[in-house]
């Protein structure tokens, strides 16, 4: 997930965010590893969300992260 966020700034920067998110959009299979295991910004969680929304019931994806139970 770190660099997702890093890729989608870079993509902002580059002016290329709408084409990597329709590539993310027809992956048959995304699988999300480090699944928030640090804290977001506004930006991060914004990305996130447009990337859950563009692929919701039409393209399957695992979050995956790991916990600590001693916090």
Do not use: A, V, W
């Amino acid at each position: 997930m770190p660099e997702l966020f890093s890729k989608f700034e870079e993509k902002r920067i580059q002016g290329k965010y709408n084409e990597y998110l329709n590539r993310l959009e027809k992956n048959d299979l995304l699988i999300i590893d480090e699944f928030l295991l640090k804290p977001t910004n506004e930006s991060e969680r914004s990305d996130l969300l447009e990337l859950i929304e563009i692929r919701c019931n039409k393209k399957s994806t695992i979050f995956c992260s790991q916990y600590s139970f001693n916090g």
